[in-house]
C-alpha cells in the first residue's frame, strides 16, 4: 500500500498542498538549532522535502516507490535518495541527528516504525511526524462533499483523529518530551483542482477505474453547485519527540 501513489506520482506534487513554514521554524525551536543532518521518511515526491530542506541541514530521503523517487530525485538533485522501505533501511552508524516523516506514519509498520525511529536517531535525536487533515471552511459544503462521496461510493473511508499519531508516539514508551503542535489554514480550490486533489487520495486510488470516475463526477457536481470554489479547512498536525540522552 505504501507504493500506491506512484500510480499519480506526476499529479501529486501539484495536487497537494504544501506545509507551512512554520513547521520548520517549530521543528527548529525543538531540536535546539538545525541538525547537522536530517532523514526524511516516505518523502514521496518531495512536498515536504521542499519545506525541510530550509532547515540547512543535509537530507536524505527515504522513498520505497520507484515512480515517486524518480520525481523526487528529479526535483531535488541535492538531496541523497534511498529507494527502499523505511522496514528495509539501514541508518547511517551512530544514527542520525533528525528523522521527519509526513503523511506517511500510517504507511509504516505499526509493529516496529517506533523502535525504527527510536533506533535511527541519536540519543537526544529529534522525531518529527506530521500530516494534513482535510476538513471545509464551510460546514455546508462539508455536508454536501459528504454525500457526494456516499452517492457514488457508499463504502466510504473514515478519517482518523488529527493527532492519533501523537498517542502511538508517546505510547511507544520510547521518546521523550513528546508534544504536538497544530496548524491550521484556509486553502480553496476551484472544482478542477478539488477532482485533481481527490484523485491523489489512497481511498480514490483503490477503487477501480469506472467508480473513480463517478466519484469525481460526483464531488466536482457538488462543488460547482456552491459556486465552483471549495475552501479547506487544512489542518496540519506536527508532533515532535526526542530520543532521550
Do not use: K
Amino acid at each position: 500500500m505504501s507504493q500506491l501513489f506512484g500510480e499519480v506520482a506526476g499529479d501529486y506534487h501539484e495536487a497537494r498542498p504544501d506545509y507551512s513554514p512554520e513547521i520548520v521554524e517549530a521543528i527548529r525551536a525543538y531540536h535546539g538549532g538545525t541538525p547537522g543532518a536530517l532523514v526524511e521518511v516516505g518523502a514521496g515526491t518531495g512536498l515536504a522535502t521542499q519545506m525541510l530542506l530550509t532547515l540547512g541541514a543535509p537530507m536524505t530521503c527515504v522513498e520505497p516507490d520507484r515512480r515517486m523517487a524518480r520525481v523526487l530525485a528529479a526535483r531535488f538533485p541535492e538531496v541523497e535518495v534511498v529507494t527502499v522501505p523505511f522496514e528495509e533501511w539501514t541508518p547511517p552508524p551512530g544514527g542520525v541527528p533528525a528523522l521527519a516523516c509526513a503523511l506517511a506514519w500510517h504507511w509504516l509498520d505499526p509493529a516496529t516504525r517506533n523502535r525504527r525511529s527510536y533506533d535511527a536517531l541519536t540519543p537526544g535525536g529529534t522525531l518529527a511526524v506530521f500530516a494534513h487533515r482535510y476538513a471545509y471552511v464551510d460546514p455546508a459544503h462539508a455536508a454536501a462533499l459528504e454525500a457526494a462521496f456516499e452517492s457514488a461510493d457508499p463504502q466510504q473511508f473514515r478519517d482518523r483523529s488529527d493527532d492519533w499519531f501523537h498517542a502511538d508516539i508517546a505510547d511507544s514508551g520510547l521518546f521523550a518530551d513528546v508534544r504536538s503542535v497544530p496548524f491550521r489554514r484556509a486553502v480553496p480550490l476551484d472544482t478542477a483542482a478539488y477532482q485533481r486533489l481527490v484523485s491523489t487520495f489512497s481511498p480514490q486510488l483503490r477503487r477501480p477505474p469506472e467508480l473513480r470516475e463517478r466519484v469525481l463526477a460526483a464531488v466536482g457536481a457538488a462543488v460547482d453547485g456552491f459556486g465552483g470554489t471549495v475552501v479547506l479547512d487544512l489542518r496540519t498536525t506536527l508532533v515532535l519527540a526526542r530520543r532521550p540522552a
